[in-house]
């Protein structure tokens, strides 16, 4: 017996991908065909200002499938292809899309990750999810939750793949069960959907979890308390860590902000060289208030003043380098 209503899709197929992925998705949804009992959720990690109205047009001069941006409550349909809005996170749930402008995920909104969780959590044995060229590991997280809850995971062979770190990371972590050239994915998809009878299965906890706190714009700290805190903050708040999920590693603050540990790593990096950038403009600006300041009070006749200004400079001078060295060293070994 089917375990989904009459009027939903049969399968809800999930399509993550970044750098590369505009021309990717093109080929991708030439195959997809009207017949295919399946909704198709796209997400690609990009500008987050008006690649929706770009990506929309290009993939729908490519489908024979309607394409559309997801609004929130949108009812979901079989033999459409929804679209991320720029700068919103696009969710599933039973039936419905939710879309919603929460904590960037990974630092992105709308986030592969999030889209996935859902799925996962949602439609358990009848999600799909498939990644597609990309940078670093986005997507790995929503994959292992895909896997966890009985859905099948697709990737684009990483030879062929522009940038096959996306498909690599996921390879390297996931049970995956199909690696397969983009040529091949649209006929996959079909066999799937038409020969796979979907099983009930009991989603991991944590997955259901995670989505819950997907849902919402922001999230209290004791909604948190039950998973391991980490000795490492939130870059983007300073809020502690905690880790939701172990398997692949995935990390979220209180507020929403949320991490795989490839990415975390970046972002402190990032952080750590913004502030290091700031620190050296701000003694450069005071070592050269301090001179101007010794010339101004030797100009005076206020020898002693300025001597003092001259020396306080010089000592800059030196942490100045200093931290010039401790920069580009670190920069080098990221």
Known sequence: MAIFKQDEPKFIVTIGTSAGGIRALEELVLQCRPDTDAAYFVVIHLSRKGVGEVLFSRLQQHSRLPCEVAKDGDTIKKGMIYLAPPDHHMLVDKGRIVVGKGAPENRWRPSINNLFRSAAAHYSSRAIGVILTGLLDDG??????????GGIAIVQNPSEADYPDMPMS????????????LSKMGEII???VETTKPKKVEVPFDIMQESEIDQRVSTRVENLQHYEKLDVNCPDCGGGLYLTQ??????????????????????????MESTFWTALRMMEERRALLIKMAKRDEDRGYTSTSQIHLERAR??????????QILFTSTQVD
Do not use: Q
């Not at 790995?140 to 939750?145: C, I, R, S």
């Not at 590693?249 to 949320?258: D, I, L, Q, Y």
């Open 140 to 149: 790995l997280a929503g994959m292992g939750a895909i896997k966890r809850a």
């Open 190 to 192: 079909r066999e799937i």
């Open 246 to 271: 172990k398997e692949p590693a995935h990390m979220r603050c209180h507020v929403g902000h949320s991490y795989t540990e490839r990415e975390l790593l970046s972002r402190i990096a990032e952080v």
């Open 170 to 181: 996921v390879i390297d972590n996931v049970e995956v069960d199909y690696i397969t050239s």
């Open 315 to 324: 000592e800059l001078e030196v942490h100045i380098e200093n931290l010039k």
